[in-house]
């Protein structure tokens, strides 16, 4: 008995006959590897963009430099440099599971706040916003970019809770009116901070973040609708009793006003709609257009690139600019509703919010149909701050994309 047992024992038990390097690369190249289940065409969008905004930034620089005898590719550099930190934060938001950063939203909600302090202590004023903390080697951080990111996981944490009800014993998924005014006031702190600045562009999408998180957690709709109200009559108040600065306030009226091209909010938007005007269909060809070259737009590597998309990529090339970043939304939205939990979702929605508001703002004010708010081009605009916290959010929803289903070699 022992003799014929034993063979049979041998062969219906597991032999490991691999190592570990070799078991890991089998996950890596096998159909349920981790890197197969990310959403490649999320993933190639958002680097084709990326690449895009990089040549132009080099184009809407490249003529500045090479006049004042610096580096021609110096901003082009810088750009690459920014993108390549930017993907290794938004692995590293990737691999962290994002049900495991539930427990520590709380952590980094609060360091978010720590650096909008520290910026209204030691930072600097550029373009009238006391925004920036000015680093080593001519580049600049900027917290309030990483408030957005911030306040859609703390928001997600709150929202996406589970809760009994004292008196039925239910567990309910929708928030209640508690959970509602606990977001209000986790908005309401950074806003504050950032109002200080001021910078009221990061304001509005932090808004809108906001409102359309409550919107699709289920929240009672009477709070939506009151806060959408509220919005508007103190929007209407603002500009009703000059509560802004005169630059800010110009800036939101300029585009309604009927000689903005005389003003000098105005006037950018009259530059860069004459560029996009100039591009035709085809466009001048990169590094060739009259308005990018003869720097009549200003800070067209930042607010302003639409418009060096639109000149000298042509309508052709700016409309595939914005077909690219509807996929991106596209891919984002189903993420959120292959969600396996009310948490991911919400995380998915937050950053759907905040890259639609800020894409049709910015394009909006090129196309003189929006105000200017300083909201750079999500993957194209010049900018380190907004390139890390962008591809955090682009991690974030990998992360959700990832958990969607079930991990096989989850123990």
């Known amino acids: 008995m022992t003799q014929e047992a034993g063979p049979t024992a041998l062969r219906s038990s597991p032999v490991p006959v691999r190592g570990r390097i070799g078991q890991l690369r089998d996950r890596a190249s096998g159909r349920h590897s981790p890197l197969r289940r990310l959403d490649w065409t999320l993933q190639l969008c958002v680097i084709g963009l990326s690449v895009v905004g990089a040549l132009l930034v080099w184009s809407a620089t490249r003529q500045r430099f090479g006049e004042a005898g610096s580096d021609p590719q110096t901003f082009l550099k810088r750009h690459l440099l920014n993108l390549a930190i930017g ?13 495991v950063l539930r427990a520590y939203a709380p952590f980094v909600y609060l360091g978010s706040l720590v650096g909008l302090v520290a910026v209204l202590l030691f930072g600097s004023t550029i373009n009238g916003a006391h925004s920036w903390i000015v680093l080593p080697a001519g580049f600049q951080l900027q917290p309030s970019e990483f408030a957005k990111v911030a306040l859609v996981v703390g928001a997600a944490m709150i929202l996406g809770e589970k809760h009994e009800d004292r008196h039925t014993g239910i567990r309910r998924s929708a928030p209640g009116h508690g959970d509602v005014l606990l977001v209000l006031g986790l908005t309401v702190v950074p806003i504050a901070l950032i109002m200080l600045q ?14 359309g998180m409550l919107a699709v957690s289920g929240a009672p709709r009477r709070w939506v609708l009151g806060l959408i109200l509220c919005g508007v009559l103190f929007g209407g108040a603002i500009l009703q009793f000059h509560l802004l600065q005169q630059y800010q306030e110009a800036r939101l009226t300029s585009f309604v006003s009927e000689n903005k091209a005389s003003s000098g909010t105005g006037y950018n938007v009259a530059q860069a709609m004459i560029a996009i005007a100039n591009g035709g269909v085809t466009g001048r060809g990169l590094l060739h257009g009259q308005q990018t070259q003869g720097q009549f737009v200003p800070e067209q590597q930042t607010d302003f690139v639409f418009s060096v998309a639109g000149e000298e990529l042509g309508y052709l090339g700016a409309g595939g600019i914005i077909v690219l970043l509807g996929v991106v939304l596209w891919r ?5 509703f292959g969600s396996q939990d009310s948490f991911g ?4 929605t937050g950053v759907v919010c905040w890259f639609t508001f800020q894409s049709f703002v910015n394009i909006g004010m090129c196309l003189g149909i929006m105000p200017v708010t300083g909201l750079p081009l999500p993957f194209l605009s010049y900018g380190g701050s907004s390139m890390f916290a962008n591809m955090i959010g682009v991690g974030l929803l990998q992360n959700v ?3 969607a289903r079930s991990d096989p070699y989850a123990s």
């Open 198 to 211: 001021p910078d009221f562009g990061t304001v509005m999408v932090l808004v809108f973040t906001t409102l």
């Open 332 to 336: 984002a939205l189903s993420i959120g």
């Open 87 to 99: 993907l290794v934060l938004g692995a590293v938001a990737t691999l962290v599971d994002y049900r």
């Open 345 to 348: 979702a919400l995380i998915a």
């Open 401 to 403: 994309r990832l958990r």
